[in-house]
T-cell receptor, first 110, second 113 residues
Framework: SQQGEEDPQALSIQEGENATMNCSYK?????LQWYRQNSGRGLVHLIL?????REKHSGRLRVTLDTSKKSSSLLITASRAADTASYFC??????????FGQGTRLTINP | DVKVTQSSRYLVKRTGEKVFLECVQD?????MFWYRQDPGLGLRLIYF???????EKGDIPEGYSVSREKKERFSLILESASTNQTSMYLC????????????FGPGTRLTVL
């Protein structure tokens, strides 16, 4: 069962543009996390936003959380070719089981 | 720099073979996890462990077992590999406290012929 579902499934933009990915989840959460996966590799943790936070920044990343709508968004500003990857949101079901969405596949075109 | 390593990046095995996938972390994390990742199905939790010799079933434990004899090492065992176990296997670890971020290894792409 999925806790998070990303939208869109795939996104293709030009280098330098901003990329926005959305995530919706089903149950109440302690925090929501975003991960990146380069093709054929493991996942890398990007950012964690707690349920009492509305917005968080890390470098070119900006994450928002709307607990009333059970949704989150990840914005990558000034995209680069190296940002090409799949991006996953994840939230816990219970205290130890992290459940991932299907991911958004982001392609940055030069 | 935190690190989770997996014994193989690519592995090819035959149906019926016993397969061992090894995962080692150097962060002194209590929790360790095994996932498989398949197109269209996302990441699915196979097993996790929150302490040495402790294990908990995830969503899809059938056909798998695990071993955690030391804190830093978590092994996934396919008792009798089948073609439907062809997949990407990802190991992760985290601190014991609830709701933490997880650190992933590079993955093992297993093909069962």
């Amino acid at each position: 069962s999925q806790q998070g579902e990303e939208d869109p499934q795939a996104l293709s933009i030009q280098e330098g543009e901003n990329a926005t990915m959305n995530c919706s989840y089903k149950t109440s959460i302690n925090n929501l996390q975003w991960y990146r996966q380069n093709s054929g590799r493991g996942l890398v943790h990007l950012i964690l936003i707690r349920s009492n936070e509305r917005e968080k920044h890390s470098g070119r990343l900006r994450v928002t959380l709307d607990t009333s709508k059970k949704s989150s968004s990840l914005l990558i500003t000034a995209s680069r070719a190296a940002d090409t990857a799949s991006y996953f949101c994840a939230a816990y079901q219970g205290a130890q089981k992290l459940v991932f969405g299907q991911g958004t596949r982001l392609t940055i075109n030069p | 720099d935190v690190k989770v390593t997996q014994s193989s990046r690519y592995l090819v095995k035959r149906t019926g073979e016993k397969v061992f996938l090894e995962c080692v972390q150097d962060m002194d994390h209590e929790n360790m996890f095994w996932y498989r990742q398949d197109p269209g199905l996302g990441l699915r939790l196979i097993y996790f462990s929150y302490d040495v010799k402790m294990k908990e079933k995830g969503d899809i434990p059938e056909g798998y077992s695990v071993s955690r004899e030391k804190k830093e090492r978590f092994s996934l065992i396919l008792e009798s590999a089948s073609t439907n176990q062809t997949s990407m296997y990802l190991c992760a670890s985290s601190l014991l406290a609830a709701y933490n971020e997880q650190f992933f290894g590079p993955g093992t792409r297993l093909t069962v012929l």
